[in-house]
């Protein structure tokens, strides 16, 4: 399903699905916790005119969904040609307050007057386990509130025509005890009043709505998440002071603030690559923690087929995703990460597999043993790339004081690890686990980027006047003369890895994978020959080799592949990490093809998945993906720049 619309503000992040719905509500941390129940009850809004009763999950609504291009702000329509009513969505998480917010426009298409009911119906679930929260209707503020220990959340609705406040509330149970849900209460239009209950709790609130034939009126709707009753409600009286619109104004200012700085380097581009990165900009900082955290995507759906969510702090996905903010000249989103990094990296030197918003270490599928001996649980990638980042941030910013803070935490520990974790007999970096965390081996691509963060932390130690980088340099060295062994002579492209056994043999994986290529063009370019030459068959063996054209990540890749006359889905960063290298070696039209082609692939709102069907282009894998995003605006950059 994907989230097409994603809102945030650095603590609380709602993803709305392709009925308008809220399916996920991350609070306090964006990633973490989901105070959403939507994989066992959706939060439904539905309208009652006429005696009829639907809800917008219904097929008879036609929904066109979309969000703001200069903003984190919902586009939503949704028409009913049954119930002529038309409903018009403005969502936004306050920029300033903890607040979930719904500006709904109802336009009633009969010609003569009528009352429109609009429900509003809520299904969080702030314990785990779906048991023990409370909701109740609070008489002294005229409010729902739904809470259990850390978390409190405020609801209300009104009649901006009027000023009246819901007229009619009912809160109950789903999920136990046999019970649907209280949804079920507004479909006959009336709501019980029933005013409070615990355990798996939901609630719904009516708004009434006098209008005109052919004519408009207006609710607006919102949800505030505190740590406390009370705090929520002192947030709630300043919304009802300075009115919904106010506050909707000023989060459009502080994103298109935002967006500000990185236009003079978008603005060679045609309106429809400003309009894809500005959109791409926006769906990287919705998942930027304010806590430092960059999470690689709060599509939940992912969980309802699959062993978990992607709500995670990759090293990998954070580094990646800050590259072209450094660009653009955003500072304050790329400090808070690399303090997160030297907070959470291992004593030792490395960065584990994946981490929690909160910091601490996520889950992983990465065994500590291979071939019955111990090995660390890690992908070198991830260490590499952060110094890399690092490294780039120096550069663009000059703000040495900084960086001189993390040299002890963060920048000394990972070359110093990075220069040890290297094989005698090979002269390579150590096996670890690739950038796709799926095969222990030594990956070209890890190869090619331990280079590049170890070649960061010479250049970072020289600016700070340290003078113990030598055994960096001297591990440079010793790595450059292994190069050769990830060469394929045979098929005359660097392959995917080689692996040192346990009695000194080597194995090689000679899988054609366009990181191999990435790595060796962006991070350390062992020989141009051979890196044209990897090209080439990238081109002529993986690139729009399936009726969606793009390009896998390599040959024979069954991650979320249903159709095995394939080699694999198309992913939108390999293809776009080609387009790049063809920005790169000046070959602009090849570049801009597989730039359309992405284009070509987001929804209706801009939204990139992780990965295409080959056949037929539908959204695979989580959406949005942040990298995906990141990537484009990468490469719009480096198209503009061109």
Known sequence: MGRPVILSNGHILVGLDDRATVH???????????????????????????????????????????????????????????????????????????????????????????????????????????????????????????????????????????????????????????????????????????????????????????????SKGKASYWVIVSDSQFDAEAIHNVLLEKGLEHRLQSTRQAFSDWLDKAMPQLSNLKPEYQVAAKKSLLVVKSHIDKHGGIIASCDSSIYNYGRDYYSYVWARDGAFTLLPLIELGYREEAEKFFEFCADTIHPSGYMMHKYQPDRSVGSTWHPQMHNNHPELPIQEDETAIVLYTLGRYLQVSKNVDFVRGLYSHLIKPAADFMSKFIDDSTSLPHSSYDLWEERFATHTYTVAVTIAGLEAAIMMAKVLNMEDYEPWQEAIERIHKGTDLLFDPENKYYRKSVFLEPDGNLTYDNTLDVSSMYGCYVFSTFNETRLAATVEAIEQKLLNQSPSGGAPRYQHD??????????????????????????????????????????????????????????????TGVSPLVWSHSTLAETLIQLNNM
């Not at 219904?58 to 969904?65: L, P």
């Not at 500006?103 to 809520?122: D, K, P, T, V, W």
């Not at 991650?559 to 920005?583: D, R, S, V």
């Open 24 to 214: 996920d509500f991350y609070y306090p941390y964006v990633g973490l916790d989901n105070l959403s129940s939507a994989r066992e009850l959706n939060h439904k809004v539905g309208v009652w005119v006429d005696g009829q009763f639907c809800w917008t999950d219904d097929e008879s609504w036609q929904i066109d969904i979309d969000f703001e291009e200069n903003a984190l702000v919902s586009n939503i329509s949704a028409n009913n040609e049954n119930l002529g009513v038309s409903l018009h969505f403005k969502d936004f998480v306050d920029t300033r307050y903890p607040a979930f917010c719904r500006s709904i426009e109802i336009e009633n298409h009969h010609s003569q007057a009528r009352q429109i009911r609009l429900f509003m119906h809520q299904a969080f679930q702030i314990s785990r386990a779906g048991r023990s929260d409370t909701a109740m209707y609070v008489p002294s503020g005229n409010y729902l509130l739904d809470y259990k220990g850390w978390a409190s959340l405020l609801i209300y609705a009104k009649n901006e025509d009027t000023g009246a406040a819901f007229d009619q509330f009912a809160v109950g149970n789903y999920g136990i005890e046999g019970k649907e849900g209280t949804f079920r209460d507004a479909e006959d239009g009336e709501l019980s009043g029933s005013l409070v209950e615990h355990g798996g709790v939901d609630s719904v609130m009516r708004v009434c709505l006098d209008i005109e034939g052919e």
């Open 558 to 619: 069954n991650y979320f592949l249903t159709k095995q006359e394939y080699l694999g889905n198309p992913w939108i960063i390999t293809t776009l990490w080609m387009a790049q290298y063809y920005i790169g070696k000046g070959r602009k039209d090849d570049a801009i093809a597989l730039i359309d082609w992405t284009l070509a692939k987001a929804t209706s709102s801009g939204m990139l998945a992780e990965q295409v069907d080959p056949a037929d282009s539908q959204p």
